[in-house]
């Protein structure tokens, strides 16, 4: 078989990108005092900051968006979205809601009070803030091996299942409502979890009888890596896979903004009918009738169909053949990466990448600055400016949106990235000027260190 990767779709629609000037870049970047958050989304060429919502749609999407059934109670459209995510997922109860952070709200809220603890292998932002919003503990509990950025390691997204046993037994079962497994491990670098992995973890919930819920996001993708990385799988399909996995819990929240394939939703699973009354009560306080959600009719179907795509072996073997190759190609230059590529993303080592500027003058932002500079390509960083000085790492987060960039594309990315890490040397460390008193990463601003010390001369 030919070894170029292609798209497994041709292009019916096109959306102009717009090229700048470096010197157009220049001046942008100081309006936005080198926030790449603060850019016009117009004046990026590829725009790498998010996997979430930023997907394109198959025609088959587009043509159930127009038969979707916008009825207050009872929509058909709502019968779609149920039956299709049965089909996979396997649970009971189907709630819909308009992002994954309200399925994750919901959840908690219902199932957990002031000082449970809730392990994870890895909480994602919104999953912790909203375990720690009703005052119960968020405990990560990934593998040793997923710690390090340059250690190659087939799932390290996986938990450890020891410390899992070690928790339960120091704080007792009673503390713990339920325990999480994050499908791919996002805040981890979008790294897989094993079967094997999750068999463990869920025969340690049986015998404790503490529920086991997925944060499952990404379970297409985490699929497919097990299909391509465990014994066993390799003659499965990802759906069947992912039936597998599903069935080993007892429901999941979930993002309709990454393997859904569409541009807004989430849900919310469980087999516990008493539960499901209680969600669906909250659900109609603030997100709507439990047969909409917080979403049109249109956007049920769109996800109904979206679910159903983001496991076509077509579509996955493209989607994390390409970016494992753009991890690759620059790796390969020396640029130093968190290993092995995930699945929907790449994140530069922003300290290794950049060794002369201490994390207390942004290397993540730096690089991602320098990254928009020289190519038009916007990025995120994830270390001190997001996490403060408990970041342990400073990372820039290339995130790939799923069916909107082709190959040649991310032969661009490759080549830009390439050219940054020749002229490394010559890339200043910021300073803060403005921040605000939380989630500063959003609104903060910044400029070069040198200016500033010709400003105080
Ligand atoms: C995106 C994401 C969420 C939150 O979903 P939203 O739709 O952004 O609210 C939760 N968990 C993980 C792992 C995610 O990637």
Redesign the pocket.
């Known amino acids: 078989m030919a070894k170029t990767i292609i798209e497994p779709f041709r292009i019916k629609s096109v959306e102009p990108i717009r090229w700048t000037t470096r010197q157009e870049r220049g001046q942008l970047l100081l309006s936005a005092h080198y926030n790449l958050f603060q850019l016009p989304a117009e004046d990026v060429l590829i725009d790498l900051l998010t996997d979430?919502g930023t997907g394109a749609m198959s025609t088959k999407q587009w043509a159930a968006i127009m038969v979707g059934d916008e009825s207050y109670a009872g929509s058909k459209s709502f019968d779609h979205f149920r039956d299709s995510i049965q089909d996979i997922f396997g649970y009971r109860h189907v709630i819909p809601t308009h992002?994954?952070?309200?399925a994750?709200r919901i959840l908690f809220s219902v199932m957990c009070k002031k000082d449970d603890v809730v392990p994870n292998n890895t909480h994602?932002d919104?999953?912790r803030a909203n375990v720690e919003f009703v005052g119960a503990e968020a405990v990560d509990l990934v593998i040793a091996e997923g710690k390090q950025p340059s250690l190659v390691h087939p799932f390290k997204g996986n938990m450890d299942v020891e410390a899992l046993e070690n928790l339960i037994q120091r704080v007792g079962r009673e503390r713990i409502p339920l325990v999480m497994i994050?499908v791919t491990n996002?805040s981890g670098g979008g790294q897989p979890v094993s079967m094997a992995n999750v068999r463990q973890v869920s025969a340690v919930c049986r015998r404790h009888r503490i529920p086991l819920y997925f944060?499952a996001?990404?379970f297409a993708e985490n699929a497919y890596f097990i299909k391509l990385r465990e014994p066993g799988y390799a003659l499965k399909s990802p759906k069947q896979i992912a039936r597998e996995m599903f069935a080993y819990g007892d429901g999941c929240?979930m993002?309709a903004?990454?393997d859904g394939l569409a541009n807004i939703g989430?849900f919310l699973c469980t087999n516990d009918d008493l539960l499901a009354q209680q969600e669906k009560n909250l659900l109609i306080l603030t997100e709507g009738y439990p047969t909409y959600g917080g979403l049109a009719g249109r956007d049920l179907e769109a996800i109904a169909v979206g679910v159903q795509e983001a496991l076509e072996e077509d579509y996955l073997r493209y989607r994390i053949a390409s970016t494992a190759y753009l991890g690759t190609h620059i790796a390969a230059q020396g640029v130093p990466i968190v290993q092995p590529p995930g699945g929907h993303a790449i994140y530069l080592d922003a300290r290794a990448f950049l060794p002369h500027i201490p994390p207390a003058q942004f290397p993540g932002v730096a690089l991602a600055a320098e990254l928009y500079l020289e190519g038009g390509i916007r990025s995120v960083e994830i270390g001190s400016l997001m996490f403060g000085g408990a970041a342990k790492m400073d990372l820039v987060r290339l995130a790939i949106p799923r069916r909107v960039y082709t190959q040649s594309h991310i032969d661009y990315v490759v080549e830009v990235i390439l050219e940054v890490w020749k002229k490394r040397d010559s890339i200043q460390g910021l300073k803060l000027t403005y921040e605000a008193p939380f989630l500063r990463h959003f609104t903060a601003r910044l400029e070069p260190v040198e200016q500033a010390v010709l400003h105080a001369v």
């Open positions: 979430s992002q994954g952070r309200a994750e994602f919104t999953t994050t996002n944060d996001c990404r929240t993002s903004k990454k989430g």
